[in-house]
Structures are given as C-alpha cells and as structure tokens.
C-alpha cells in the first residue's frame, strides 16, 4: 500500500474518503454520496488501499455493514501509509543521494586519468589492454548500478508487508460491528480484497472455543492472534482487531526507518565490490600504463 493511493479526482483516499463519510451521515445513499463528493469507487486495482475502498463498498453492499465506519477506517489507514511513506523517502533522500553519486565513480575515474596525462584516452581506445579495461569497467559499473538499485527498491518497499493487515483488520472490526459472524465477516474481507489466505483464515478460526485445526497462514498471525482469544472467550474481537490496525501501522513505519538505515551500511558493498574496481579499471591502471609507457618510451 501507498499512502500514493488515490481516487479519480487525484487526491489521496485520506483526504477524499472524508467527503464521502460526510455525506452518508448525512442521510445520502451511497451511489449519491460518491457522485456529490466527486470521489469515484475504484476498480480492483494494484493498490491495496484501492482494492479496500472497492471491497468497503461491496461489503456495504452484500452484508449491510456500515460503509461510512469503514471508509473512516479506510482513510485512517491511507494516512498512516501517508506518513510512513513519508518517513521512508525522507530516511532514503541520503542513502539514495549517495548511491546515485557513487555510481558515476568509475566516469570520475576516466576523467580524472584523461585529465592527468592525456595519454590516458589513447590507451584506452587504441590498445587491446584498454579495450580490455574498458570492458571489465563497463561490466563492474552495470553490476554496481544494478545491485545498489536492488538494494535501494528492497529498502524502499520495507514496512509494505503489513499494510494489508492494517486494512484487513479494520474492515473485519466493521463487519464484527454490523453483526457478521468472525469467519462471515473473514470470508467477505477476504473475497474484497482478494486475499485468498485471509479466506484460508477464516476455516481455521471456524471451530468451537476457537482453537485452530492447523497453523493460521503466516501473514495473518496477528489477526487471528486477535480473533482466537476472544472467540475462546466468547467477546467481541473488535477491540483487539482495532489494536491490530494501529500496532501493524506502526511497524510499517519501524520497519522502513530499520530499512532506510541500513541501506546506507550496504550500499558500501557495490561500492567495494564493483565500483572502485570500475574506477580503478577505467582511471588508475590505464593512467599507470600512459605514464609507464610513456616513461619507458622517452
């Protein structure tokens, strides 16, 4: 999810999805509502948060659960993806700089070469060796750009994984709320969605006291360490589910800034590994050969 997500009129769902929620309590229909806040519902698209108000209207639709609470739930949760993709860019803007920087380190080293001993240039586009040199550096500086790009995108998309719980959760708390049953209101987010393991989620919590007959799938422990409980109990999880929302967005954020900086610890790897030898490959050993030669030959 990406606090990017947006509806048709290009303002994020933070911003917009109040207008809509505004409208309902106010006593309109739904298909009303979005026309007169000039918000559209969007199609099941890539986003996750896309893909939620689409489902929140569907689920309004099939199980009567309150659309207003969730879309509240829904721009809640944009803007904490707003912040935490802020937090992430701004955490990123130094070790992104510094990566976009070293990889013109093998051009620097050519530039300085030439500039030292002119001869520099000719060894490297007449002479096998330099052909050589050149290929070698042309090759570390593509593995370079692409590792220190694989790292940078890594670093970038960290905190992502638990955005769909956050979403996920406070669309189950609204159906729970409307009065669905835990697997009723598992399987309708799950269907929204199209989250086939939250689905999965549902047969597992589907049994008496609440006690699973296998594992939950992996990424949705924290829900149904919300949902068990309370089952086992015979209260509401709505609360719990609520927490869930909250403590997941706040690891998405924990998880991007962990991300951000140690990105600027690997980043050195590219740049041990690729990118000084390229500069090496391009700028010293053909400046050694120009000066060498040109001693020997004088």
């Known amino acids: 999810m990406s606090g990017r997500d ?33 918000v559209a519902v969007p199609g099941h698209q890539a986003g996750t948060l896309d893909r939620a108000v689409a489902g929140a209207d569907l689920l309004a639709a099939r199980t009567g659960a309150p659309l207003a609470s969730m879309l509240l739930a829904i721009a809640g949760a944009a803007a904490d993806a707003r912040e935490a993709d802020a937090l992430r860019r701004a955490a990123l803007a130094g070790p992104r700089l510094s990566a976009r920087i070293l990889l013109w380190l093998p051009l620097a080293g050519l530039v ?14 007449h002479t096998p060796l330099g052909w050589a040199l050149l290929a070698v550096g042309a090759a570390l500086t593509w593995a370079g750009r692409a590792w220190t790009g694989r ?23 609204a159906a729970l709320a409307a009065g669905a049953s835990v697997p009723g209101a598992l399987r309708s987010v799950a269907e929204a969605l199209e989250e086939p393991d939250l689905a999965a989620l549902a047969d597992v919590v589907g049994v008496q006291a609440g006690t699973p007959r296998d594992p939950p799938p992996e990424r949705w422990e924290p829900v149904a360490r919300a949902v068990l409980p309370a089952m086992a109990a015979g209260a509401s999880p709505v609360a719990s589910l609520e927490a ?22 690997r980043v050195t790897l590219p740049l041990a590994l690729c990118l000084l030898p390229a500069f090496v490959a391009v700028g010293l050993l053909p400046l050694l050969v120009a000066v060498v030669g040109g001693t020997l030959g004088g």
Do not use: H, K, N, Y
């Open 6 to 38: 947006a509806d048709a009129g290009g303002g994020g769902w933070d911003e917009s999805l109040p207008r809509v929620v505004g409208l309902l309590r106010a006593g309109l229909p739904a298909p009303e509502a979005w026309a007169r806040a000039g």
């Open 112 to 125: 300085l070469g030439a500039l030292v001993d002119a001869r520099t240039v000719r060894v490297l586009a």
């Open 151 to 173: 790292l940078v995108a890594r670093a970038g998309a960290a905190g992502g994984e638990a955005d769909a719980v956050v979403v996920a959760s406070a669309l189950v708390a």
């Open 244 to 265: 869930v929302a909250r403590s997941a967005a706040r690891r998405s954020r924990t998880d991007a800034a962990i991300a951000a900086g140690e990105l600027g610890v």
